[in-house]
């Protein structure tokens, strides 16, 4: 039987996004044809609170994209069980999913692989309140895209233009406009700044956060990069092959990492504070993730952990608190 879920215990009212054992697999065939299959999430158990942003940080390949997606119902979850504001959503089929799909929506990455390039701004933004049938007149959904454009910060006089025409900041901001046209409660922003120029990056985060505030919105902030991550997110979630390892406060993280990986995570980022630089146990993180096809048995991350024992390949390391919503899976946290 599942768990129950360490994170909502005492908190429902406030819980937004229950995840609860979450498994997505996808199947494969190799190069001889054998089928086996991709463990991009792998048993995964927390909650995103009501108007907070939680970053879920890895390295590349470590499954954040994949279970955001999973969450969204834009993946069949293999199994575990995914809640909206306390309703079971993982087994909706499309017509008791549709509201839903309009209160959690996506911010791609790439805003121009993500933008129809046939389609001009306003056609863009309108169609996502089409869908939804958000507009009762013409000139009401003229005037809620003009108001949309202006809020992310679009000059309205480019709303026939196509979205090869904008730079890449601005066709973000677009892809902003589209997510929060259906007035949802919650969005997954995937790597939103990461094929922004740096000097960009700031201005949209701005936005974003400008944005969360006004209409009260809940994000699920993902990143391989910890420094963004930190001044952006309320608490962080570290992801390693398929599985959150740590999760806590975001303050809290940098300060007082408890996971191995996380802790080798931090030490390739600068810490300006050198009081928190000096407490730091330094990990230098060796060669590369492993495949989460054959992933390593016991906890996931003993290939690389400098500090593995026997019991690490034998037993997977429940998540579990220590400290207060201080969440980490190792067998020796507070032992290291
Ligand atoms: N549709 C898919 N079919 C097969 N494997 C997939 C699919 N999507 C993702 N994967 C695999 O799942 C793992 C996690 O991928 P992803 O969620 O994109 O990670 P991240 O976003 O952290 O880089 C990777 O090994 C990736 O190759
Ligand atoms: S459980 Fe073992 S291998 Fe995994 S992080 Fe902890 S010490 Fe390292
Ligand atoms: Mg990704």
Same mark, same amino acid.
């Given at each position: 039987?599942?768990?129950?879920?360490?994170?909502?215990?005492?908190?429902?009212?406030?819980?937004?996004?229950?995840?609860?054992?979450? =498994?997505?697999?996808?199947?494969?065939?190799?190069?001889?044809?054998?089928?086996?299959?991709?463990?991009?999430?792998?048993?995964?158990?927390?909650?995103?609170? =009501?108007? /907070?942003?939680?970053?879920?940080?890895?390295?590349?390949?470590?499954?954040?994209?994949?279970l955001?997606?999973?969450?969204?119902?834009?993946?069949?979850?293999?199994?575990?069980q995914?809640?909206?504001?306390?309703?079971?959503?993982?087994?909706?089929?499309? +017509?008791?999913?549709?509201?839903y799909?309009?209160?959690?929506?996506?911010?791609?990455?790439?805003?121009?692989?993500?933008?129809?390039?046939r389609?001009?701004?306003?056609?863009?933004?309108?169609?996502?309140?089409?869908?939804?049938?958000?507009?009762?007149? =013409?000139?009401?959904?003229?005037?809620?895209?003009?108001?949309?454009? #202006?809020?992310?910060?679009?000059?309205?006089?480019?709303?026939?233009?196509?979205?090869?025409?904008?730079?890449?900041?601005?066709? #973000?901001?677009?892809?902003?406009?589209?997510?929060?046209?259906?007035?949802?409660?919650?969005?997954?922003?995937?790597?939103?700044?990461?094929?922004?120029?740096? +000097?960009?990056?700031?201005?949209?985060?701005?936005?974003?956060? /400008?944005? #969360?505030?006004?209409?009260?919105?809940?994000?699920?902030?993902? +990143?391989?990069?910890?420094?963004?991550?930190?001044?952006?997110?309320?608490?962080?979630?570290?992801?390693?092959?398929?599985?959150?390892?740590?999760?806590?406060?975001?303050?809290?993280?940098?300060?007082? *990492?408890?996971?191995?990986?996380?802790?080798?995570?931090?030490?390739?980022? *600068?810490e300006?504070?050198?009081?928190?630089?000096?407490?730091?146990?330094?990990?230098?993180?060796?060669?590369?993730?492993?495949s989460?096809?054959?992933p390593?048995?016991?906890?996931?991350?003993?290939?690389?952990?400098?500090?593995?024992?026997?019991?690490?390949?034998?037993?997977? *390391? /429940?998540?579990?608190?220590?400290?207060?919503?201080?969440?980490v899976?190792?067998?020796?946290?507070?032992?290291?």
């Amino acid at each position: 039987m599942a768990k129950e879920n360490p994170n909502t215990a005492g908190n429902a009212s406030n819980t937004l996004i229950e995840v609860n054992n979450l =498994k997505q697999y996808f199947h494969i065939r190799n190069q001889l044809g054998e089928k086996s299959y991709v463990k991009a999430v792998d048993d995964v158990t927390f909650n995103i609170y =009501k108007g /907070e942003t939680l970053g879920l940080v890895g390295e590349s390949g470590s499954g954040k994209t994949t279970l955001g997606r999973s969450i969204l119902r834009i993946y069949e979850p293999t199994s575990g069980q995914i809640k909206f504001s306390g309703v079971d959503i993982t087994k909706f089929q499309r +017509s008791k999913l549709l509201p839903y799909r309009k209160k959690m929506q996506y911010i791609f990455q790439d805003p121009y692989a993500s933008l129809d390039p046939r389609m001009t701004v306003s056609d863009i933004v309108g169609e996502a309140l089409d869908i939804h049938k958000l507009t009762n007149s =013409k000139k009401d959904r003229a005037d809620k895209i003009r108001n949309l454009l #202006q809020l992310v910060g679009l000059n309205t006089e480019h709303s026939s233009r196509y979205p090869h025409e904008f730079s890449g900041g601005q066709r #973000q901001r677009i892809g902003i406009a589209r997510a929060i046209a259906v007035e949802p409660e919650f969005i997954v922003c995937d790597e939103p700044v990461s094929a922004l120029d740096v +000097s960009i990056r700031a201005q949209i985060i701005n936005t974003l956060e /400008e944005m #969360q505030e006004r209409l009260n919105l809940t994000y699920l902030f993902i +990143s391989h990069d910890l420094g963004v991550v930190r001044h952006t997110c309320d608490r962080v979630g570290v992801m390693y092959l398929g599985h959150i390892v740590e999760l806590v406060e975001s303050e809290e993280l940098y300060k007082n *990492p408890l996971h191995p990986y996380t802790q080798a995570l931090l030490t390739a980022i *600068p810490e300006p504070d050198p009081e928190i630089a000096k407490k730091r146990n330094r990990i230098i993180l060796k060669g590369e993730i492993p495949s989460p096809v054959n992933p390593p048995s016991g906890c996931k991350f003993r290939t690389r952990c400098p500090y593995a024992k026997d019991i690490c390949a034998q037993q997977v *390391p /429940e998540f579990k608190e220590h400290g207060k919503g201080h969440y980490v899976a190792c067998h020796f946290t507070g032992k290291l």
